[in-house]
Every structure is written in C-alpha cells, then in structure tokens.
C-alpha cells in the first residue's frame, strides 16, 4: 500500500518537530539525550530496553529506531527477540490481569 501513516522517512524529520514549538521540542530533546546517555544503565542497556518498549507501545518509528540502535550497539537478533519477547509477555499480562476486572463485575451483576 503507497499511501499508509507511517511512512519510514518521517523517522528522519523527528528533529524538526521543533518547528512549531522550539521551546518545548528543545525542551524534550536535552531530557531526551539525557535518558539515553550514561548513567545507571548503559546507554546500550538503555536501547535494548527502548527496543522492548517500542514494541510494546507499538511505535513504529521507535522499532526503526531502536531496532538499529540496538543492533549497531552489538546485541544479537536473539538478544533483541528475547527483549520483545518480554515485552510482549508484560503486555499480556496486563490484558489479562484486567480480566479480574470482568470477573468481578460478572460476579457483582449475577448476584
């Protein structure tokens, strides 16, 4: 499909989004480099978590992004799989957690 709302080359306009609001975007962006910089974690760590995270929150633009990242800072394909294999097993558990939620409204309404 050529007409679609993503469209990979948008990944590289990232930094323009200033352009409406430099304040804010300048704002965003020091806080930004300053998640993903040294500290704690390793900024390699720091990728292969963004890399779960993206998938998780489906963006994308940050599975692009990170997809590289990750692989350039020298994790493996099964290392990154692994990571969105945890991803996806957090995301589903918080689907089915929430089925207590329907469990007690069943419960409340059968009563």
Not at 49 to 65: G, R, S
Not at 76 to 104: C, D, F, P, R, W
């Amino acid at each position: 499909m050529a007409n679609h709302y993503y469209n990979a080359e948008d990944l590289g306009k990232f930094g323009s989004i200033g352009e409406f609001q430099k304040p804010m975007a300048d704002k965003f962006f020091a806080w930004y480099g300053e998640v993903f910089g040294e500290g704690h974690l390793t900024a390699k760590e720091k990728s292969l978590i963004a890399l779960a995270v993206a998938h998780a929150v489906q963006c994308p633009y940050c599975i692009d992004a990170y997809s590289t990242d990750a692989f350039e800072k020298g994790f493996s394909e099964a290392q990154m799989m692994e990571a969105i294999h945890v991803a996806a097993a957090i995301k589903g558990g918080a689907a089915l957690v929430h089925g207590t939620q329907m469990m007690n409204k069943v419960k409340e309404i059968s009563m």
